[in-house]
């Protein structure tokens, strides 16, 4: 009975991967913009939801929504200037561009807010808040919470792509940025709004993660990023329930993984990547092969 | 079949589109050398030459998707050499690029959205478009490589349409496709016409370009060969214009 | 018919076809007396110096196999720390078993280019973006795998043994010589490389990989031998470095560490990504500025990652791209000449792609 308290507590990490992941999957999956800075993204958004509380005091919920707001217009302003920069001169550029931007707000933030450890209080009662599914497995509230939300993101995310004006602007863009063009779209400020939403969410996880867990300047990089790019690979690109299903599949392996040998846990996860990596690049849901 | 168009080839005293003497390079190739072209409203205007000929590059220049080195575009007397591509559809020029470049993960539908999302004010909207290609309103919900290549062509086509252009510039329309599913295409030219569009179009077969235009202008290696009303030209002059022949056989 | 017409785009037929301007003997005789200059070195300055350049051997040599991957063969690899970290290991586990580390450093270096084959096997597939995460995820499995194993040092790391015989001057000057010799090997082997064919094939595949598969080239075959090189680089670098500090160790700030990937990387985009002078040039802005920056803590790489930024987007071809455009030189000679019938010769070395 213990594996299946493992796999749900696996599949509720999955939804903090997803929650990452999401993002990357609009950057990565439509945009094809591959950022590596992506994971220190998140971390940003930690650090500005500790710095705001910090200075404001406000309750931690508040911080969510400032989060996302200021990582929005981050976003926006990142995509204008650097990225679609890096964009204009190939995928190479994008690759050390987003390279050195998470080299430089790593150690920026290191600068800043040294290398201790921070978090963002929810009170002790959430954090370690449960209820029992039955005798024997017992699941944390705030799991729960994440998962749901990146449920919640995922459907909002999903609807916008598919039915809103912008989503579809978005998506045209990403096929072919010149038809786009010859209709009147401003390919440049729609791309900056794709931006401004997926650092949004990014900024979410990140808040999300600094509940649950804790950050340092290099978690970015240590701890997220590859899973972020896992989920969305495994899942499939260009697929945001993929990237759920992509974010469960990690967490439920590491989970595995950790039973089989405590250090055994991040081991998995990347294994899993690289095997996916190399057998199946397209991912679980895709139909399209990996360009 | 008879020229499409139902105004005289004279230029009017107001040009639709004038671009004076452009110069357009591509890195250090010279494409087009200080051509010249007056399009009045209500003509087909058909750009001709072979392949190479810079008839393209001219369309894609007009559409604003490449700088000229020198010269002016203007559009209704306004000079819009700098405008933005995606501001000169809103100023009333669209564009059917050469391969109909249409969104493959969009539907039938959502391509001729995109194309509406910055529409001007006119009489086509995305249902009057579907009347004129009545197959769309069964396919509305497909995705685009799903569709033959005449369809595609006419999608294109209805999304360049349905933002309301003033000059709509067809770039090799016929390129790829069966002469029975081209002249099929060319058939609804007349309906646009109607509306008060504008055609400026590039076309390889002369044939085709002879049948629906009002004025033809041919271009060999970046300059001007030939321009005037098709009836003018013999069809040897024509190919002597296209290949640039020095009256040799 | 006929078509006829001037066609202005043929030029005329050049009479010869040389490798270099001018006698390129004085370059490699210059070559030569600053590696004597800096082999005479220990005798001549603290050790503190000669540990400083030891530093900027080890940058030099790294930056050479990022250069040689991500300029010529158009791999940008986010995880040559794992080769890196592999050298390293490598002499600590010939050190444990008795030889001598610096004996166990070449012995290193081609273990760890033998056990770059499989690891190319998986990452050989994947493209631009998805082979930097894939080198990534690559290097931070194996990161995690080495970690597994108490007998070298687990998760801690270890120190090296074996180093304890030397006294402590001969012990700094052997690790600088050391490195020196891994820094001649490497300019020396990238040098040779690119001249070669397969730098021809090489730079065939930077300007056009289509066009340079069509007409035979053995594409896979030029990014495989470029992969194992730079692995056998790496990992001699890191050898040196295991030898310099120590010691392995494998957490953050260590060996496997995906910040060295970054400096070697900073150092080529600054000095000049795709040219042999550029890893030279910037591994010598790394040191300046590390240098100067070091009391401000990381400065000195938020710095490098600014610089690094702004040179890939506004001056692609980094410092060494700027000199050359203006001055016409080249140290290293890899392009070909034209020389028309009587006249300057024309330079024709294919120009970097975007």
């Given at each position: ?17 997803a929650?990452?992941?999401?993002g990357?999957?609009l ?6 913009v ?16 500790i710095?705001v ?29 650097l ?82 004006k ?19 779209v401003?390919?440049?400020?729609v ?23 804790t ?5 970015g ?9 896992a989920?969305?690979?495994i ?16 967490g ?40 | ?41 209500g ?46 559809a ?25 194309g ?29 490589a799903?569709l ?19 000059l ?48 033809l202008?041919?271009?060999l290696?970046?300059?001007t ?25 | 018919?006929?078509?006829?017409g ?5 030029p005329?037929?050049a ?37 400083i ?39 600590l ?21 033998v ?37 070298i ?21 052997y ?20 001249r ?6 090489l730079t ?7 066009a340079?598969?069509s ?25 040196v ?18 910040l ?38 990381e ?32 140290l290293f ?22």
């Amino acid at each position: 009975m213990v594996w299946v308290s493992d796999i749900i507590q696996g599949i509720l990490v999955g939804g903090l991967y997803a929650l990452f992941a999401c993002g990357l999957s609009l950057l990565f999956g439509v945009m094809k913009v591959v950022n590596l800075a992506h994971g220190d993204l998140a971390v940003v958004g930690a650090y500005i939801g500790i710095g705001v509380i910090a200075v404001t005091h406000m309750p931690f919920l508040w911080s969510i929504p400032v989060v996302c707001l200021l990582m929005a217009v981050l976003g926006y302003v990142l995509q204008r200037s650097l990225i679609q920069s890096a964009l204009n001169r190939g995928e190479l550029t994008t690759l050390i561009v987003t390279f050195g931007l998470s080299i430089v707000i790593e150690n920026g933030l290191q600068q800043f807010f040294t290398a201790n450890t921070r978090g963002i209080g929810v009170g002790s009662s959430l954090l370690t808040a449960s209820f029992k599914l039955n005798s024997q497995i017992q699941i944390g509230w705030l799991p729960v919470i994440i998962f749901v939300a990146a449920v919640i993101v995922l459907l909002v995310l999903q609807y916008f792509l598919s039915a809103s004006k912008y989503g579809r602007l978005i998506r045209a863009v990403a096929d072919d940025r010149e038809a786009a063009l010859l209709s009147g779209v401003n390919a440049r400020h729609v791309f900056g709004v794709a931006a401004a939403v997926a650092f949004a969410t990014v900024g979410l996880a990140g808040v999300a993660y600094g509940m649950a867990s804790t950050v340092t300047p290099f978690t970015g990089t240590q701890t997220i990023l590859l899973f972020a790019f896992a989920a969305v690979v495994i899942g499939g690109l260009g697929s945001l329930w993929g990237t759920l299903l992509g974010g469960i599949v990690l967490g439920v392996a590491q989970e595995v993984g950790a039973q089989i040998n405590i250090s055994y846990e991040q081991l998995a996860g990347y294994v899993i990547f690289l095997a996916v990596l190399v057998l199946r690049p397209q991912g679980l849901t895709a139909r399209r092969s990996q360009s | 079949m008879t020229t499409a168009s139902s105004e005289p080839s004279v230029p009017a005293s107001t040009p639709l589109l004038e671009v004076r003497d452009v110069t357009v390079h591509h890195g250090q190739l010279k494409a087009i050398s200080d051509v010249s072209l007056q399009v009045s409203p209500g003509q087909v205007y058909a750009m001709i030459g072979a392949n190479g000929a810079g008839k393209s590059t001219l369309m894609r220049t007009i559409a604003g998707l490449h700088s000229p080195t020198s010269g002016q575009i203007l559009l209704d007397g306004n000079d819009v050499t700098r405008l933005r591509p995606e501001r000169r559809a809103t100023a009333g020029i669209t564009m059917v690029p050469e391969g109909r470049r249409l969104f493959p993960s969009l539907t039938l539908e959502e391509n001729l959205k995109v194309g509406a999302s910055y529409a001007r004010t006119g009489p086509w909207d995305i249902p009057a478009v579907m009347e004129l290609f009545p197959f769309m309103k069964d396919r509305r919900k497909q995705k685009t490589a799903q569709l033959s290549g005449g369809e595609q062509q006419q999608v294109a086509i209805g999304r360049a349409l349905v933002a309301n252009p003033r000059l709509l510039l067809l770039d090799e329309l016929s390129l790829g496709l069966a002469p029975v599913i081209v002249q099929r295409i060319y058939d609804v030219l007349p309906q646009i016409l109607e509306s008060g569009v504008t055609v400026l179009l590039v076309e390889q077969d002369v044939a085709q370009a002879r049948r629906v235009a009002s004025y033809l202008h041919c271009l060999l290696e970046g300059h001007t060969t030939l321009e005037g009303p098709p009836a003018e030209f013999t069809p040897e002059q024509v190919e002597a214009a296209y290949f640039g022949m020095g009256g040799t056989h | 018919m006929t078509i006829t017409g001037e066609s202005t785009l043929l030029p005329r037929v050049a009479r010869r076809v040389t490798r270099s301007r001018r006698n390129v003997w004085w370059t490699g005789i210059v070559a030569l007396v600053i590696v004597v200059v800096f082999a005479i070195l220990p005798y001549q300055v603290y050790s503190g110096t000669t540990a400083i350049l030891g530093q900027a051997f080890v940058i030099l040599t790294l930056a050479c196999m990022w250069n040689l991957l991500a300029g010529y063969a158009g791999l940008v690899s986010v995880g040559q720390q794992m080769f890196l970290g592999l050298g390293a290991y490598f002499v600590l586990i010939g050190a444990i078993h008795g030889i001598d580390p610096f004996v166990a450093l070449p012995l290193a270096a081609i273990a760890s280019g033998v056990a770059a084959l499989p690891l190319w096997w998986l990452v050989s597939r994947l493209r631009t973006g998805y082979f930097a995460i894939g080198t990534w995820v690559l290097a931070t499995a194996v990161a995690l795998f080495v970690q597994q194993f108490q007998s070298i040092g687990g998760g801690s790391g270890m120190a090296l043994p074996g180093l304890s015989s030397f006294g402590s001057t001969l012990l700094s000057a052997y690790t600088y010589w050391a490195g020196l010799v891994v820094t001649v090997l490497a300019l020396g082997a990238t040098y040779l490389l690119l001249r070669s064919r397969v730098g021809l094939v090489l730079t065939a595949i930077r300007d056009d990989e289509k066009a340079a598969r069509s007409s035979g080239a053995r594409v896979d075959l030029a990014r495989m031998l470029v992969f194992v090189v730079a692995a056998v680089g790496c990992a001699a670098a890191g050898g040196v470095l295991a030898i310099q500090q120590l010691g392995v160790s494998p957490s953050s700030g260590g060996d496997f560490d995906v910040l060295w990937t970054a400096k070697m990387a900073f150092a080529v985009i600054i000095g000049g990504i795709g040219t042999i002078e550029g890893p030279i040039i910037g591994t010598i802005i790394y040191m300046v500025l590390q240098q100067t920056l070091q009391q401000y803590n990381e400065w000195y790489l938020i710095v490098l990652g600014v610089v690094a930024i702004a040179i890939t987007l506004f001056a692609r071809r980094g410092i060494w791209g700027l000199v050359d455009e203006h001055l016409g030189v080249r140290l290293f000679p890899v392009g070909y000449y034209l020389w028309p019938s009587g006249g300057r010769p024309v330079k024709k070395t294919a120009k970097q792609s975007g």
